[in-house]
């Protein structure tokens, strides 16, 4: 199965156990800690995306947009787009995704949760 998204892989495993453990997120398999998989930079891709997406979600608010414009523009040549892909992917970053950010800090700010401390 190295090449099936996570996701459904999740529901595929809690499918095959016949119980509701996976499906309310108390534990097991659809837990929203756990997980089947082990989280691995260097093994499958699976492994490999699980990894990322932790590493993303415990990264700070506000330096993601900058993270997520250097990744999108440098690493992934958008530069060769011209003028209309540095339009396209500051936009994207710095508009959309730090957005995204300041709407986190103010649900955070409302409910009282403190984010992580780094």
Same mark, same amino acid.
């Given at each position: 199965?190295? @090449?099936?998204?996570?996701?459904?892989?999740?529901?595929?495993?809690?499918?095959?156990?016949?119980?509701?453990?996976?499906?309310? @997120?108390?534990?097991?398999?659809? @837990?929203?800690?756990?997980?089947?998989?082990?989280?691995?930079?260097?093994?499958?891709?699976?492994?490999?995306?699980?990894?990322?997406?932790?590493?993303?979600?415990?990264?700070?608010?506000?330096?993601?947009?900058?993270?997520?414009?250097?990744?999108?523009?440098?690493?992934?040549?958008?530069?060769?787009?011209?003028?209309?892909?540095?339009?396209?992917?500051?936009?994207?970053?710095?508009?959309?995704?730090?957005?995204?950010?300041?709407?986190?800090?103010?649900?955070?700010?409302?409910? @009282?949760?403190?984010?992580?401390?780094?």
């Amino acid at each position: 199965m190295p @090449g099936r998204h996570p996701t459904r892989l999740y529901r595929a495993l809690a499918r095959s156990q016949g119980s509701r453990e996976g499906q309310t @997120g108390e534990s097991g398999v659809g @837990g929203r800690n756990e997980s089947p998989i082990t989280p691995s930079l260097f093994e499958s891709r699976d492994q490999r995306v699980i990894w990322l997406k932790r590493l993303w979600s415990r990264s700070p608010l506000f330096v993601k947009p900058n993270l997520y414009f250097i990744k999108r523009y440098f690493l992934r040549a958008g530069f060769l787009d011209g003028k209309e892909g540095f339009i396209f992917h500051f936009l994207q970053a710095y508009w959309y995704r730090l957005l995204v950010d300041i709407n986190l800090d103010e649900i955070r700010n409302l409910s @009282g949760d403190k984010p992580p401390q780094q």
